[in-house]
Nanobody
Framework: QVQLTQSGGGLVQAGGSLRISCAAS????????MGWFRQAPGKERELVAA???????NYTDSVKGRFTISRDNAKKTVYLQMNNLKPEDTAVYYC???????????????WGQGTQVTVSS
């Protein structure tokens, strides 16, 4: 089973930037789409951004123009660059391997351990 290890994140002021990374243990990563989710306290886990094996991307409306998902297949790593962060971006962020066709958490697996991102106002 693919293991995903996250790094990055932390505390930043509103308007600042952070990058979080997710490294995969297996080369199967190269043929799978990947996603970044986030979960704020009391809220459901939501898909923030996804990237196909070929690099096609999509984003939830609230982060379009601010977040960029990318991948380096040689390093088996996917990144989420977050710019112009807002307090409402505060959440635990998770990377995951896409297993199905949908955008729900149930369509993804091999979850990373989670990374706290906190944006202060």
């Amino acid at each position: 089973q693919v293991q995903l290890t996250q790094s990055g994140g932390g505390l930043v002021q509103a308007g600042g930037s952070l990058r979080i990374s997710c490294a995969a243990s297996e080369t199967i990563f190269n043929i799978n789409a990947m996603g970044w989710f986030r979960q704020a306290p009391g809220k459901e886990r939501e898909l923030v951004a996804a990237i196909s094996a070929r690099g096609s991307t999509n984003y939830t409306d609230s982060v379009k123009g601010r977040f960029t998902i990318s991948r380096d297949n040689a390093k088996k790593t996917v990144y989420l660059q977050m710019n112009n962060l807002k307090p409402e971006d505060t959440a635990v962020y998770y990377c995951a391997l896409r297993l199905g066709l949908g955008s729900r958490a149930a369509d993804f697996g091999s979850w990373g351990q989670g990374t706290q991102v906190t944006v202060s106002s």
